[in-house]
């Protein structure tokens, strides 16, 4: 009998969580846009995975005899340069393949670093408030009274140009969304039934923080993460654009539309494919996030 039970209680589990999934797709399908987004997202990296593969030119070979080419399709374009070329004669379909890898990078390490900041930090203070609390939520009001975009271009400043010094303070300009979802979720949570029981079977602060209530919080946080990562590549763009970010020759699509600006009006194509890159991709990841806000969200779900 007790083998019975234990092998029925993982097989229920087994089933529960591909109800949840069944649930979680339907939501999720029903906004188009979303479906688009994440179809969108999985082909930027199979072409980040693939790059080395695809890539029909090395993104630093510079080609001297064939400065400023246009696309294939305008007059002068040749089939070998199929979306021409830079104005040191780089080919531009390459560094954009390649430009996808450092906008997964940049998104992947930015997300990552302000996700478990910002659930470290929301966790304390959400838990223990008094002056803890208070300390930590001025602190965060401080750097969300900045634009952001500003006081990364500070920080930057400080620590030095370059791409990991630029994701570093994009990371910590994003950090205090984390921290505040995470704060109001564990103050939702902690005079929850279930955290009494567990607090009164002798779980300590930390059993509670991390095992008992965090797991409950996740939800919002995982749409916010979505949306940050879009913003992590949209920021690091405009570092790089600014020159406080990637640094040439790096193929990265910020650095790209810098190195070329002054030469927009005779060659359109230098600046207007990166564009579109950072385009599709930061409209893909926003898509995604709203599918994910119906999916999670239960207030967001239609019956």
């Not at 779980?203 to 916010?224: D, E, K, W, Y």
Request: glycine share 8%; hydrophobic share 55%; proline share 6%.
């Amino acid at each position: 009998m007790a083998g019975t039970s234990t092998t029925a209680q993982p097989t229920s589990s087994a089933a529960m969580r591909r109800q949840m999934l069944k649930e979680f797709w339907f939501y999720f399908s029903e906004n188009r846009g979303a479906v688009i987004g994440l179809f969108v997202f999985l082909i930027l990296v199979v072409i980040a995975v693939l790059a080395p593969i695809i890539a029909p030119h090395s993104p630093f070979e510079q080609y001297r005899e064939a400065v400023l080419k246009p696309p294939i399709w305008a007059q002068g374009g040749t089939a070998t340069f199929l979306l021409g070329t830079d104005p040191v004669g780089r080919d531009i379909l390459s560094r954009l393949i390649y430009g996808a890898q450092y906008s997964l990078f940049i998104g992947v390490f930015v997300t990552t670093l302000s996700l478990v900041g910002g659930i470290l930090v929301g966790l304390i203070a959400g838990y223990y408030r008094g002056w803890v609390d208070t300390v930590i939520m001025r602190l965060m009001d401080i750097i969300l009274a900045f634009p952001s975009l500003l006081l990364a271009l500070v920080l930057v400043a400080i620590l030095g140009p370059s791409l990991t010094n630029g994701m570093i303070a994009i990371a910590l300009v994003l950090q205090p969304h984390f921290v505040r979802l995470t704060r109001a979720a564990v103050m939702a949570e902690k005079s929850k039934d279930y955290v009494t029981a567990s607090r009164l079977a002798g779980a300590g602060p930390l059993r509670l923080m991390f095992r008992t209530i965090l797991p409950n919080c996740t939800a919002p946080l995982i749409v916010q993460a979505t949306l940050s990562f879009s913003n992590a590549i949209l920021d690091a763009a405009a570092l790089g654009f600014l020159g406080m970010g990637a640094q040439p020759p790096a193929p990265e699509w910020g650095t790209m539309l810098s190195e070329s600006r002054e030469f927009i009006l005779q060659a359109w194509w230098v600046v207007t494919f990166p564009g579109l890159a950072i385009l599709i991709t930061v409209l893909a990841i926003n898509l995604m996030g709203d599918g994910l806000r119906d999916a999670l969200d239960p207030k967001m779900k239609r019956s």
